[in-house]
């Protein structure tokens, strides 16, 4: 770019934003201009926003302090879920304006529903709490969604001039939808990865007088590399969970996503599908999530748990923050004990028939046949004793298999009529020989009301379903059985 087309561009950022700064106060009155899929107003900051006030008698927030933003380019949006029609909120911090901003949706390819150019941005600090309260940027760039469009998953991917980010969320279905399968897309464990401004539930980066060694609180409002959709080794987030959504679209299966937000918040939202599929790694419930599912299969509802380490750990929101007591403490958000939902009276077994153990973590294999006579693998031809699932795409470099990551396994606490169909050949830990020690159950049982379950228990599943055709014959197998009930 020429000096004086630089100039020029800067200017034309700067008049934008005075511009749209006004328009948007007139938003409330005239609306949004629909084009398309969706309709936009750009706005940027000329200024760094002021940080919101913290409460520093907080022994992870003591010592805040300002960090200057040296990242090239980051973004994130105002919610994790969106209903069709609604406005959706961008975030951006760049060092380098004007961008390129393009509603995505994640298919078997990636289809760009709308693009919108010359969006501009600024350089946006963060403090050293910005994990547990939010980054408090200004906002860069309001998109309106179109009354009409699908349900999914989807991303703001933010173009710079050397740098993507994806910014990604749900839309969730119409209230009049017609499809019968429905996605819970694990968008409670997205945020719990986030190491984004030093923190999540599993690292503590800043400096803390305390030496904590995980945050107990993490906020929605900040940039999350954790939501890319593109694959890499040992995946288990979102692009991990697309490799389901893409199996079923190849087999020609419509449905609809919600994220675990929508399942915490409405009591009814199960209500009308056959089949709800938990999906790869669904690990932080809220207590309304977890009794909206027990309300669903006592009246007969089918589930698909394509996850592993699923309904493990309980956590709670208020606005846009997560909180999770992984000692046990009571909830400062509620007043409630947290930790293991097993330790508190509601053993995940109990439902999803398998619990999470640590054996066999970060290993990676394929799964050994029980009951071939099942009807489950009618059409595959296996027989007593023979593997399956050597393959997933969502496995290590080295190391491979449809039960990996993380596995689940059947326990005391599971239903006297359940039934383990395969088990997974991974030893207890990485170099081990004891194979099978750690392997997934992959089981099904019939509730006593109607209803049935049928769990995987293997994050690494979904990434075998579209290279192991036994794989992909079970899973289309229960899927029919279910949709037929």
């Not at 900051?45 to 940080?51: A, H, N, Q, Y």
């Not at 947290?338 to 294999?365: C, F, H, M, Q």
């Not at 997933?392 to 298999?401: F, I, P, V």
């Not at 379950?453 to 029919?480: H, K, M, P, W």
Request: aromatic share 12%; glycine share 8%; charged share 20%.
């Amino acid at each position: 770019m020429s000096y004086r087309k630089a100039i020029r561009t800067n200017y034309l950022c700067t008049m934008k934003t005075i511009y749209f700064s006004l328009c948007f106060m007139l938003l409330s009155i005239s609306g949004f201009a629909q084009s398309g899929n969706a309709s936009f107003v750009s706005t940027t900051s000329l200024k760094l926003p002021d940080t919101k006030a913290i409460d520093s008698s907080n022994c992870d927030c003591k010592n805040e302090k300002t960090i200057e933003n040296t990242h090239p380019l980051e973004a994130y949006t105002d919610k994790i879920s969106y209903a069709p029609g609604e406005v959706i909120k961008l975030y951006v911090h760049t060092l380098s304006s004007p961008l390129v901003v393009m509603l995505t949706h994640h298919l078997s390819k990636d289809v760009t529903i709308k693009t919108v150019n010359n969006v501009c941005a600024a350089k946006q600090n963060y403090t050293s709490c910005s994990f547990k309260y939010g980054c408090n940027w200004s906002p860069s760039l309001y998109l309106k969604l179109a009354d009409d469009i699908e349900s999914g998953y989807y991303s703001l991917k933010v173009v710079g001039k050397n740098n993507v980010f994806y910014a990604s969320f749900i839309i969730r279905p119409k209230t009049e939808t017609l499809n019968k399968i429905l996605i819970v897309a694990s968008t409670n464990t997205w945020q719990a990865y986030n190491t984004w401004g030093g923190a999540s539930f599993y690292k503590f980066f800043n400096e803390n007088p305390c030496h904590i060694k995980f945050a107990e609180f993490v906020n929605l409002h900040r940039p999350n590399n954790e939501t890319s959709p593109i694959n890499k080794f040992g995946a288990h987030l979102l692009n991990a969970e697309l490799f389901i959504t893409r199996w079923l679209e190849q087999k020609k299966y419509t449905y609809d996503v919600i994220s675990d937000d929508d399942l915490d918040r409405d009591s009814t939202i199960l209500e009308k599908y056959k089949v709800v599929i938990f999906s790869t790694h669904t690990e932080y419930w809220t207590a309304n999530m977890l009794q909206n599912v027990e309300n669903y299969v006592n009246q007969k509802g089918n589930i698909m748990y394509l996850s592993g380490n699923g309904l493990y750990w309980k956590v709670t929101w208020q606005g846009d923050m997560m909180e999770c007591r992984k000692l046990g403490e009571v909830h400062t958000q509620t007043g409630d004990i947290g930790g293991r939902w097993r330790d508190i009276g509601k053993p995940e077994s109990a439902i999803l028939g398998v619990e999470y153990d640590n054996k066999g973590i970060a290993t990676y294999a394929p799964f050994k046949v029980l009951l071939p006579n099942h009807w489950i693998f009618a059409s595959t031809g296996v027989v007593q004793d023979q593997i399956f699932g050597q393959q997933s795409s969502t496995g290590m470099k080295d190391e491979t298999g449809a039960s990996g990551h993380e596995t689940d396994k059947v326990t005391s606490f599971s239903p006297s009529n359940i039934l383990i169909l395969a088990h997974g050949m991974n030893p207890s830990m990485k170099d081990s020989t004891d194979f099978g020690a750690g392997g997934a159950d992959m089981t099904f049982y019939e509730r006593p009301y109607g209803g049935a379950v049928f769990s995987a228990g293997s994050i690494s599943y979904g990434g075998s379903l579209s290279i192991d055709s036994v794989c992909s014959r079970i899973t289309q197998n229960v899927l029919e059985n279910f949709l037929h009930r």
